[in-house]
């Protein structure tokens, strides 16, 4: 079952007027070659044959539709063998270079985040099913988190939990207070006005901003506005995480990370 204690806050980068971070886990009935999967017992694809091969038994019986739903506390077996269901939340910390795409997991194409992260990772990470959590446009650099958990994903992509993003651009124009003052109360974009953002002019040509929404290219919106159009992106931190991996690699983040620094208390079953 999700742990339905409240998740703890980041300590650092949180959005000092944020309500509470919040995540009510639902449990849903997962189908069974997704189960497996989510389990790390196999690939999802390994896991549609050894289905459809008669190898996987629900409570003692064979099953061989890979979209049959999992009664909640069944016992799965592969070729015999139990799988254990509860799975640990873990997520990877990965340094995403410039001109790649963050695609979905069902996306696994040539030009993509994937494309660079998996043949990376060892084996007792690699049965995962690796989803990307939020995105980052193609030219962006910086901390592109991944999870085996769904959950994570739907937590610390809501605005709701204003976890709040930390993002270095560099600026075409010169950055001054009085230009990126508007930032800090909130500028009026297509979709609606922003949330006031944390803004640090570095130099002239460089402007750290902390968001705590995830809207499509809205660094580059918010300071589009301003007049300060961006010609380099670069993500810096989530929530309490900061990038400290060398561009194309990874790092797995620790249990307490997760916690504090995402504020995730979430577990799941497979
Ligand atoms: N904001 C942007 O404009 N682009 C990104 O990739 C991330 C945030």
Request: hydrophobic fraction near 35%; charged fraction near 25%.
């Amino acid at each position: 079952m999700p742990r339905k204690s409240p998740p703890r806050r980041a300590p650092a980068l949180q959005d000092k007027t944020s309500r509470p971070a919040r995540w009510e886990g639902k449990t849903k009935p997962d189908w069974l070659s997704r189960a497996l999967a989510r389990a790390g017992a196999l690939p999802l694809q390994e896991a549609e044959d050894a289905i459809q091969e008669g190898r996987v038994t629900v409570n003692g019986r064979v099953v061989r539709q890979p979209l049959a739903p999992v009664p909640e506390g069944a016992v799965l077996r592969v070729d015999g063998t139990e799988v254990r269901r509860e799975v640990e939340t873990r997520v990877l910390a990965f340094h995403k270079p410039a001109d790649l795409l963050t695609s979905t997991v069902s996306q696994h194409r040539t030009g993509t985040v994937y494309e660079v992260l998996l043949p990376q990772l060892p084996s007792e990470l690699a049965r995962y099913t690796w989803h990307a959590v939020g995105r980052l446009d193609r030219g962006t650099t910086g901390l592109l988190l991944f999870t085996n958990d769904e959950k994570l994903v739907a937590h610390a992509t809501s605005p709701e939990t204003h976890l709040a993003k930390r993002y270095v651009a560099t600026v075409q124009g010169t950055a001054d207070e009085a230009r990126v003052a508007p930032l800090r109360q909130g500028v009026q974009l297509e979709d609606g006005p922003t949330r006031p953002a944390q803004v640090r002019i570095r130099d002239a040509h460089t402007v750290e901003v902390i968001v705590t929404e995830g809207r499509n290219h809205q660094v580059k919106r918010m300071l589009g506005a301003v007049g300060l159009p961006v010609r380099a992106l670069h993500r810096e931190a989530i929530g309490g995480v900061a990038l400290d991996v060398p561009v194309g690699t990874f790092r797995l983040l620790t249990p307490e990370e997760v916690t504090e620094g995402l504020g995730y208390a979430g577990r799941h079953h497979g």
